[in-house]
C-alpha cells in the first residue's frame, strides 16, 4: 500500500478534472484492504474512474484500486472458471479470455475501467452484461469487516443498475470478481445486436469467430465514442429510460420516428441519446463542455472544464427532455460531490 499527499486526480478520471485529494492510498493487494479502509474510512474508492465526476475538490482521501491478476480457478470439457483481481484493467482481461479462445465477454471488448467496477453497474455492450458470465463478487463488507461473497441472484443485477448501486452502495469493496467463460468448441458468439452483425456481414464474415467479434467491437467503438484520453469524457452520461408504454405512444404522435425497444407489455426503452439529440443538443458546446457530435450521449470535457459546468449542462438537458416529453433522464455516470 502506497500513499501519497496532495495528488491531482487528473491523470485519475477519464473526464480529466483537475480535482485534487489530500490521500490518494494505492491498494496493490488483497491483504492490505482491511489496513486501508481501517486507516482511510470514507475514503472514494477509484478504479478506472471511467464512471465518475469528481464534483468535490478537494477529496479527503482516494483509494486507487490496483489490485491484479488472473487465475485459473477450475477447468473442464466446456470451459473455465477465473478470478479477476478487482483493480485489473477490464480490457485487458478481456484481452486475455479473446487471447485464450474462451467467450462470454469479447463483446464487451474496449470498456474502460477495472474487472471490479464491472458488477456495481453491471457493465454491458453490444448485447452482453457482465451478469451473463459472472460466477462471483468477492466483497469486503466495512460494517461487518470481513470478506462475503455474493452471487448473481444476491447481486440484484438490472439495466446498469445492482445491489452495489442501492443497498450495498459505499458499504464495501469488491476485492475479486469470478468469472465462468467457455470453450470455443462449446460457444456460440452473441451476435443478437444488429449493429455488430451488419457489421460483420458488411465484412462478409458469416460466422465469426470469438477474436472477429471482439475485433469488430472494438471497429465500431472506436469510430462511434470519442478517445477519453484525447477528449474527457465518462462514456454515456445518461441511462436509456425506461418509460410506460402509454407515454411512448403519445410521444410518437408527434415523433413517428422515435425508435424504442421493448421491454414487455406495459414497458418499453428509449434511446436517450435520440431524446438529448431531438432536444438539439447533438455537437453543441458551451465553453469548455458540450455533447459529443456522434454521440450526443457522451458529455465532452474540451480542455479545462469544471464539474460545476458539467453539471450545469446535464441539469440543462435533463430540464430540457422532461420538457419536451415528460421523460427523466438519470445520470449513469456517478457524480461525487
Ligand atoms: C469512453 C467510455 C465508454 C464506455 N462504455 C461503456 C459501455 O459500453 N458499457 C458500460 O456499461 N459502461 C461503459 N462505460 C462506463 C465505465 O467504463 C464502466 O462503468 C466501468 O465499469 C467503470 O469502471 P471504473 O473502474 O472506471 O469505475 P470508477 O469510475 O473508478 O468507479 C465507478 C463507481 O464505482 C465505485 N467503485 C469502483 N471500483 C470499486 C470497487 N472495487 N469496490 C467498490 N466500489 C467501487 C466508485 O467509487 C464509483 O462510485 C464507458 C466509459 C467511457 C469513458
Given at each position: 500500500m502506497q500513499v501519497n499527499k496532495n495528488v491531482s486526480l487528473q491523470a485519475y478520471n477519464t473526464f480529466g478534472i483537475k480535482t485534487a485529494c489530500g490521500e490518494l492510498v494505492i491498494l496493490e493487494s488483497k491483504a492490505d484492504i482491511e489496513k486501508a479502509f481501517d486507516l482511510f474510512p470514507q475514503s472514494i474508492i477509484i478504479g478506472g474512474g471511467s464512471n465518475i465526476l469528481l464534483a468535490k475538490n478537494p477529496i479527503h482521501s482516494v483509494i486507487l484500486n490496483?489490485?491484479?491478476?488472473?487465475?485459473?480457478i477450475s477447468e473442464n470439457d466446456k470451459g473455465v472458471q477465473v478470478?479477476?483481481?478487482s483493480g485489473h484493467n477490464w480490457h485487458e482481461f478481456v484481452r486475455w479470455a479473446v487471447s485464450q479462445n474462451l467467450g462470454g465477454i469479447e463483446n464487451l471488448s474496449l470498456i474502460p475501467g477495472t474487472v471490479g467496477a464491472g458488477p456495481i453497474q453491471n457493465i454491458g455492450a453490444y448485447g452482453t452484461e457482465i451478469k451473463d458470465v459472472l460466477e462471483k463478487?468477492?466483497?469486503?463488507?466495512?460494517?461487518?469487516?470481513?470478506?462475503r461473497s455474493l452471487l448473481p441472484e444476491q447481486c440484484h443485477f438490472g439495466y446498469r443498475d445492482s445491489v452495489f448501486k442501492n443497498h450495498l452502495k459505499n458499504k464495501g469493496f469488491i476485492s475479486q470478481v469470478f468469472f465462468n467463460l467457455t470453450k470455443s468448441s462449446y460457444y456460440e458468439?452473441?451476435?443478437s445486436y444488429k449493429g455488430l452483425t451488419?457489421?460483420?456481414n458488411n465484412l462478409n464474415i458469416k460466422s465469426p469467430t470469438i477474436t472477429e467479434v471482439s475485433n469488430a467491437v472494438i471497429s465500431i467503438r472506436q469510430s462511434k465514442l470519442p478517445d477519453?484520453?484525447?477528449l474527457g469524457n465518462a462514456g454515456s452520461f445518461f441511462k436509456n429510460p425506461e418509460i410506460n408504454i402509454d407515454l411512448f405512444k403519445k410521444i410518437k404522435q408527434s415523433y413517428p420516428e422515435a425508435p424504442s425497444y421493448p421491454i414487455d407489455s406495459k414497458t418499453i426503452k428509449i434511446?436517450?441519446?435520440?431524446l438529448i439529440e431531438t432536444c438539439g443538443f447533438k455537437g453543441v458546446q458551451y465553453g469548455n463542455v458540450g455533447c459529443y457530435l456522434n454521440q450526443p450521449l457522451v458529455i465532452v470535457n474540451y480542455g479545462n472544464a469544471l464539474p460545476a459546468e458539467i453539471i450545469d449542462l446535464k441539469n440543462h438537458i435533463q430540464n430540457q427532455v422532461l420538457d419536451k416529453f415528460g421523460i427523466e433522464l438519470v445520470p449513469e455516470v456517478t457524480i461525487v460531490q
Open positions: 490496483r489490485i491484479t491478476g488472473i487465475k485459473i478470478s479477476v483481481g463478487v468477492e466483497f469486503y463488507d466495512f460494517e461487518k469487516r470481513k470478506f458468439v452473441n451476435l451488419d457489421y460483420l477519453w484520453k484525447e434511446p436517450a441519446a435520440w
